[in-house]
């Protein structure tokens, strides 16, 4: 069991930490007044292959595994930067790679890989299923050699932004005693929709560039359908684990920022002729807020690994989300209380992170949801949903 990283780990982090020197706080303030997309970013983020971290190299991508991803996004996020810009293209990519078929994957793969091609969007909420995904309604007929969708997403995140969009829908009417199949996997070429696939933009407190999408009479080929007619949720589900860890780490990341920044205005802010993080009041949230991110670290990385090695991970993946996403609200809390009334100044961006991070909390499952899974499918306990 070692605990360090790697030379080459080390100088991926290093790499990440010098992009996002070129992009300080006034840059992500002046996005968020805008509410616009950071293009810049992701470019210089694309351009450098980081994007096509997890794609083999036989497609054109970098190779690496998801304790190097997980790495990729602290950073973003521990430098003040948001990751959410385009931490989707990463775990949106399992289901693709694990479930997909070798014609699918040399179709799409070399392209998303150089840039040419944009996988963002990943739509599976809808209104009336919330958590319970195997409720949606979206339904997808068989028509021949293609199917026709109808249906309503929400909070689908930059579909503006995606020429390819990973889509899950129902290809048969519910069952009680099968809830999660006879949902099925599709990848959408946006850029063939047309009208038939419309984003309303939906404000939220965040600038986080997502929608409610509408799908009329969509015609997806049925070449574009990942894998098997109805197992849809399962293939997916190697996804989501994916992105629990990389939610995680980034908000590992954030919880660094949160206390790094604390931890350098208690040093230098003086009340009443003193460092006030000479008070104990003020430096104990902060030493126990480390104390907790750096356990989450603990869990996050245990989880990757684990997927790395090809292990189940749906416990190490969910406790590491948990973990992560409370260990970074504290922190925020704690450096939102150091700062006092600075912290609401924008320009001292904490109010931004604060906001930021908070949406961890419930997404993209919530916390009780964890507890839940923990409870039932790791500790026996009766089902409580």
């Known amino acids: 069991m070692d605990f360090e990283f790697t030379s ?6 290093h790499a ?3 992009i996002c020197a070129d992009f300080p706080g006034e840059y992500w303030q002046d996005l968020d007044a805008k509410r616009a997309y950071p293009e810049e970013f992701v470019a210089v983020l694309t351009a450098g292959g980081w994007l096509a971290a997890l794609i083999p190299e036989a497609y054109g991508g970098i190779g690496v595994g998801l304790t190097e991803a997980s790495i990729m996004l602290e950073e973003i996020n521990r430098s003040g930067c948001n990751s959410s ?6 775990y949106i990519m399992g289901t693709l790679l694990r479930h997909g078929s070798e014609e699918q994957k040399r179709r799409f793969l070399p392209g998303i890989a150089s840039g040419e091609l944009r996988l963002q969007a990943f739509a599976v909420t809808e209104p009336n299923a919330g958590t319970d995904t195997t409720r ?6 068989r028509h021949g050699e293609e199917y026709i969708v109808n249906g309503q997403k929400i909070f689908i995140s930059r579909v503006q932004h995606s020429d390819l969009m990973l889509l899950l829908a129902r290809t048969a009417p519910y069952d009680e005693n099968n809830r999660a199949g006879n949902l099925s996997a599709f990848i959408v070429d946006l850029r063939e929709a047309g009208d038939r696939v419309k984003a309303e933009p939906l404000e939220t407190m965040i600038n986080h560039e997502t929608n409610v999408v509408y799908l009329d009479d969509l015609h997806v080929p049925a070449e574009n359908r ?8 399962r293939y997916i589900l190697s996804g989501m684990n994916a992105e629990r860890i990389l939610i995680a780490a980034e908000c590992v990341g954030d919880g660094h920022f949160f206390v790094d920044k604390a931890t350098d205005y208690a040093k230098a802010r003086e009340v009443f002729g003193r460092p006030i993080g000479q008070n ?3 430096q104990f949230p902060i030493a126990a807020a480390y104390a907790q991110i750096e356990a989450a670290a603990l869990m996050t990385y245990k989880a990757a690994a684990r997927f790395d090695a090809g292990l ?3 416990a190490e993946a969910n406790m ?5 996403s409370e260990a970074s609200w504290n922190a925020a809390d704690v450096c939102m209380s150091t700062f006092g009334g600075y912290g609401m100044a924008v320009e001292y961006d904490i109010e931004r992170k604060f906001r930021e991070t908070r949406l961890y909390k419930i997404a993209p499952i919530a916390n009780n949801l964890v507890l839940a899974f923990l409870g039932h499918n790791v500790l026996g306990m009766p089902r409580s949903y």
Do not use: P, S, W
């Open 8 to 13: 080459e780990q080390d100088n991926i982090r």
């Open 16 to 18: 990440i930490r010098e």
């Open 85 to 90: 810009a385009c931490h989707a293209q990463m």
């Open 136 to 141: 949606i309604e979206t339904r997808a007929e």
């Open 226 to 233: 990942i894998g098997e007619e109805g197992k849809g949720f």
């Open 280 to 282: 104990q009041g003020v």
């Open 312 to 314: 189940r991970i749906g």
């Open 320 to 324: 590491a989300k948990y973990l992560a």
